[in-house]
C-alpha cells in the first residue's frame, strides 16, 4: 500500500517506524496523537509503551488522556520555558499551579519561583534506562529551550 493511502494515524505510525529504523538513543516525540482518532490514540500510546523498553522517548502532549495512558516515570509540566511541576502523573494531574495554567488563570506569582528547565546531556541521563517514557507537557517551550536540548539524532 502506498503511503498517501493511509490514515492520518497509520502515517503516524509509519513515521515513527521510520525514526525507529533509524537507530536512535533518544526518540523525541512531539504531540504525536494531535488529530488521531480515540482508537488511533489509544494504539499509539500502546507502540510508544512498546518502544520504550528499547529505547528512551520524551514525549510532549497536551492530551491529559493520553499523558495518563503512557505515563510509566516522570511527567513535567513546562511553562514558558521552565519547569512548573514535576512527578508521578497522579501528583502533576492535581497540582494548583498546572491546573491554573491550564485553565488560563494568572499563577501566583507569591508562590515559589518554578525550576528552570534545563536540559543537558546530564539532565537527559537522568530520563533512565530505555524502559522508561519521560513525558512533558507544555505550554509554550520556546526556540532557547529546544536549543538547551540540542540536537537529537532524530525528532519526530
Known amino acids: 500500500m502506498k503511503a498517501n493511502l493511509l490514515s492520518h494515524g497509520e502515517k503516524q505510525w509509519l513515521e515513527i517506524g521510520m525514526l525507529v529504523a533509524q537507530s536512535p538513543d533518544l526518540l523525541l516525540v512531539d504531540e504525536p496523537v494531535a488529530g488521531l482518532t480515540d482508537e488511533e490514540t489509544e494504539r499509539t500510546g500502546e507502540l510508544l509503551v512498546s518502544l520504550a523498553e528499547s529505547h528512551s522517548i520524551i514525549v510532549i502532549e497536551h492530551d491529559m488522556e493520553f499523558v495518563r495512558q503512557i505515563a510509566q516515570g516522570t511527567v513535567t ?56 517514557i519521560h513525558t512533558e507537557i507544555h505550554t509554550d517551550l520556546s526556540s532557547a529551550a529546544l536549543q538547551e536540548i540540542g540536537e537529537p539524532d532524530q525528532v519526530y
Open 77 to 132: 509540566v513546562l511553562h514558558q520555558g521552565s519547569v512548573l511541576c514535576e512527578g508521578p502523573f497522579d501528583v502533576v494531574q492535581t497540582n494548583p499551579r498546572v491546573i491554573e495554567v491550564y485553565l488560563g488563570q494568572e499563577i501566583d506569582h507569591d508562590a515559589p519561583e518554578s525550576i528552570p528547565a534545563d536540559l543537558t546531556s546530564a539532565a537527559l541521563q537522568e530520563i533512565g534506562e530505555p524502559d522508561q
